[in-house]
């Protein structure tokens, strides 16, 4: 049985089944609702559900810590009846856009003890359309998939860039190592709606944790290449000083803008990275660095415990409005 969905004060409706989850509903029917794992975890799907009832699939939670009191899960929620539901925002999008691509592996390099940098060649004359800050879906065989975020521009289209975390046991993670230039991988995308608003001009505070770079990278090489100028602040944790694996974009983009503010934050100490680092991690740095985040946007990228850190930090103890956090949580398993 089907129901159907409305967007409350406008007239978009769309078809939702009774074990399907509004968000994929939306998303299949070229709505773009916000979003980031699809699993329940960032909290970045939350809205209100005006009118109507609904359950949480094969019994899950509707809810997590990043829920305001009326919010529920869109990527958790499906229909009992018709409903009435207020998202944080949407816009329509082609369903179409969404492409799958046999890439080829062109370079394969240790960036850190537990990271590689996977850069693949798309098939001669093709382009992958993407907005930064979107991530890709990769086979990893067994009929699974795994996500990583994009980290380059999409200007770059003809090539994709990605930073992959070793993960002991892990179903694509393991293989990375061992490939080789010409390999072949499967991949589709584009997925996610963690995206800039290019209208704002609001001071923007960056939080990546660990491989939490990779779409950092990709929107701030966006930025550069609109040359965007609005005060940017990056805080980027691990626990040591060689987990922050590409110092040179860094240096890169200090010199675009020189009031860009760098903060090395590292959990295990700040030995051997100089004056300016600071010993602890990211949400303490954060708290800080920015103690008064008043009509600013926050973007934060890595695990869930992470993020959820850097989420009370923010809105709870530095005045950050919740709408303006945007959150990219890398959830472990399967997309």
């Not at 409305?6 to 709505?31: H, K, N």
């Not at 359309?129 to 998939?145: I, M, R, S």
């Not at 070793?166 to 991988?185: E, I, K, N, T, Y």
Request: aromatic share 6%; glycine share 10%.
């Amino acid at each position: 049985m089907t129901h159907r969905v409305t967007i409350a004060g406008s007239d978009l409706a769309f078809d939702c089944a009774d074990a399907e989850s509004v968000l994929d509903a939306a998303l299949r029917a070229g709505i773009e609702l916000p979003h980031s794992c699809r699993k329940g975890v960032c909290g970045n799907c939350a809205g209100r559900v005006e009118a109507g009832e609904v359950e949480g699939l094969a019994g899950a939670s509707i809810r997590n810590e990043a829920c305001l009191p009326d919010q529920l899960l869109f990527c958790m929620c499906a229909p009992r009846t018709d409903l009435a539901i207020a998202p944080v925002s949407w816009h329509r999008v082609d369903p179409t856009a969404r492409k799958r691509f046999q890439a080829k592996v062109f370079r394969n390099q240790l960036a850190a003890p537990d990271v590689s940098v996977l850069q693949l060649r798309l098939p001669a004359g093709q382009r992958a359309k993407f907005h930064a800050g979107q991530y890709l879906q990769v086979d990893a065989g067994n009929g699974t998939t795994r996500c990583y975020s994009m980290a380059n521009a999409p200007h770059e289209s003809d090539a994709l860039t990605l930073h992959i975390r070793h993960v002991p046991g892990g179903a694509f993670s393991a293989r990375v190592s061992g490939l080789q230039q010409g390999d072949l991988l499967e991949i589709e995308l584009p997925f996610g709606a963690v995206t800039l608003d290019s209208a704002s001009a609001r001071p923007i505070v960056f939080v990546a944790g660990g491989t939490g770079f990779a779409p950092v990278k990709s929107l701030i090489d966006d930025m550069a290449k609109r040359r965007v100028v609005r005060p940017i602040t990056l805080i980027w944790g691990a626990h040591r000083a060689e987990g922050l694996y590409l110092r040179p974009a860094v240096a890169r983009w200090q010199r675009q803008w020189p009031d860009f503010r760098f903060v090395a934050a590292l959990s295990d100490g700040a030995a051997g990275e100089g004056d300016d680092a600071f010993a602890g991690r990211v949400d303490a740095a954060l708290a800080a660095h920015c103690p008064d985040l008043a009509g600013h946007e926050v973007y934060a990228c890595g695990s869930p415990a992470m993020v959820h850190a850097v989420r009370e930090m923010a809105v709870r103890h530095c005045g950050l409005d919740a709408a303006g956090f945007h959150a990219d949580v890398f959830v472990e398993g399967p997309a």
